[in-house]
C-alpha cells in the first residue's frame, strides 16, 4: 500500500501527484533595473528545476509582487508586466516536463515592502537607495525601523485589487497551473485582517467583515479570471501570537469558511509576521495544529507548513488527518530531492528523471 504522503491529490480537475509540496519562498535574486526588472533569471531555473526533478509534486514560486511597490525588495520577482511572463514560461515548461505542477504566490508587501536583501540585513530601503513608499491599510509600521506607511485610499485599495487581477492573467499565461493569493506574513492583505495593523473607520476596518473585505475583493477578483478547472489557494497567519489585539485562530476558522464561499480551494495555513516582537514558541511541526483544526472544523482542505523536516513526520500529519498535503521549506532548500528520498524510505512512488535511473 502506497504511503498517504505520496497519494495523488485532485483539486477541481488537475490532479498534484503527491503531497510533498514546495512553500514560497523568496530568492531575493532578480534583477532590479532595466528591462528585466522582477523577471526570474539563471538562479530562479535551476532552483525550482532541481526541486521538479527530485520528485516535488507542486512547486509554489516565491512570493510574486502584483505591482513594482507590492515587492519586498527591489530584489523581488514580479508578474505585471509581459516581459516577465515570457521569463516564466521557462520555469513553467520544465516543470510540467518533470510531472511537477507549477504554481506561484501573487503578492503585495504592504507595510513591509521596500526592504534589502535578508544576507545585508533585510532592513527598510530609502528612496535614493532603491527604494519606495510603502503602503498600508493605516499609517502604522511594523516595528521601529520600518516607516510609516501611506494610508490607502479607497480607489488605491480598488487601483491594487486590479493588479492581482492582471497578475492572475499573466500568471495563467506563464504556464501556472495554481494561484495563491498571500494573506498571511504581515503583508498588505495579513495588514488588512489583523485589527493590530488595521485601524481604519471606513468600509474596510473595525469589524471582522470589514477588515476581510479587502481579501475577499481580492479573491473574488482573481477568482473571476482565474479558470475554473485551476484551483486557487490562499495563504493565512492563522494567528499574528499576540494576547490580544490581534487576528487570532479562531478568526482563521471563519474566515477559512468564507474563502471557501468565494472559491479557494486550499488554506495554506502559516503564522505569524504581523506583529514584531513577539514570542513564538517553535519546534517540530509547530504550526500544525492551526491547519489540523481549520481541517477539522471546516470542509476546507488544507497544507500544513513549519518545521516538517523527516518523512515519518510528514507521513503521521497525513494520515492522522490534520492536514491534506505538507509545504517543505527549508528542508527542501537543503534537499532538493527530499521526496525522493522519503519516497525510498516509506516505500512511495515518485517522479525520477531517466538521467537519475541510476539514484534509485
Known amino acids: 500500500m502506497s504511503a498517504a504522503l505520496f497519494e495523488p491529490f485532485t483539486l477541481r480537475e488537475l490532479t498534484i501527484p503527491n503531497r510533498v509540496w514546495m512553500p514560497p519562498m523568496c530568492q531575493y535574486s532578480a534583477a532590479h533595473e532595466g528591462p528585466l526588472t522582477g523577471a526570474p ?9 532541481a526541486r521538479a526533478a527530485g520528485g516535488t509534486g507542486l512547486v509554489i514560486v516565491e512570493a510574486t509582487g502584483v505591482s513594482p511597490e ?15 511572463v515570457e521569463a516564466f514560461r521557462r520555469i513553467t515548461r520544465f516543470l510540467v516536463s518533470q510531472g511537477t505542477v507549477p504554481g506561484i ?19 527598510p530601503l530609502a528612496a535614493d537607495a532603491l527604494g519606495w513608499q510603502p503602503l498600508g491599510p493605516s ?10 506607511p501611506t494610508e490607502l485610499t479607497v480607489n488605491q485599495i480598488r487601483e491594487i485589487v486590479g493588479q492581482f487581477t492582471d497578475a492572475a492573467r499573466r500568471a495563467l499565461a506563464a504556464g501556472f497551473e495554481v494561484a495563491e493569493i498571500h494573506g498571511a506574513h504581515g503583508y498588505l492583505i495579513s495588514n488588512f485582517l489583523s ?17 476581510t473585505r479587502f481579501a475577499l475583493e481580492v479573491v473574488d477578483a482573481v477568482r473571476a479570471v482565474w479558470p475554473d478547472d485551476k484551483p486557487l489557494f490562499f495563504r493565512i497567519s492563522a494567528t499574528d501570537w499576540l494576547d490580544e489585539g490581534g487576528w487570532t485562530a479562531d478568526d482563521t476558522v471563519r474566515f477559512a469558511a468564507d474563502l471557501q464561499a468565494h472559491g479557494i480551494d486550499l488554506l495554506d495555513v502559516s503564522t505569524g509576521g504581523n506583529a514584531s516582537g513577539v514570542r513564538i514558541p517553535t519546534g517540530p511541526g509547530y504550526q500544525v495544529p ?55 524510505e516509506l516505500g512511495g512512488d515518485v517522479h525520477v528523471p531517466a538521467q537519475y535511473h541510476r539514484s534509485v
Open 195 to 211: 485589527p493590530h495593523s488595521n485601524r481604519r473607520t471606513d468600509e474596510y476596518g473595525g469589524s471582522y467583515e470589514n477588515r
Open 139 to 148: 499609517p502604522i509600521a511594523f516595528d521601529a525601523d520600518h516607516p510609516v
Open 105 to 123: 504566490q501573487l503578492a503585495h508587501a504592504g507595510r513591509k515592502a521596500s526592504t534589502d536583501q535578508p544576507w545585508k540585513g533585510g532592513r
Open 290 to 344: 492551526f491547519a489540523a483544526r481549520v481541517k477539522a472544523e471546516t470542509a476546507l482542505p488544507v497544507a500544513a507548513v513549519g518545521m516538517i523536516t523527516e518523512p515519518e513526520q510528514a507521513e503521521k500529519i497525513l494520515v492522522n488527518g490534520e492536514a491534506d498535503a505538507v509545504l517543505l521549506g527549508r528542508e527542501l532548500l537543503r534537499d532538493p530531492s527530499w521526496a525522493r528520498h522519503a519516497a525510498r
Open 41 to 49: 533569471a539563471d538562479w530562479h531555473f535551476a532552483h525550482y528545476a
Open 70 to 84: 507590492g515587492r519586498i525588495s527591489p530584489y523581488d520577482l514580479g508578474i505585471w508586466n509581459d516581459t516577465q
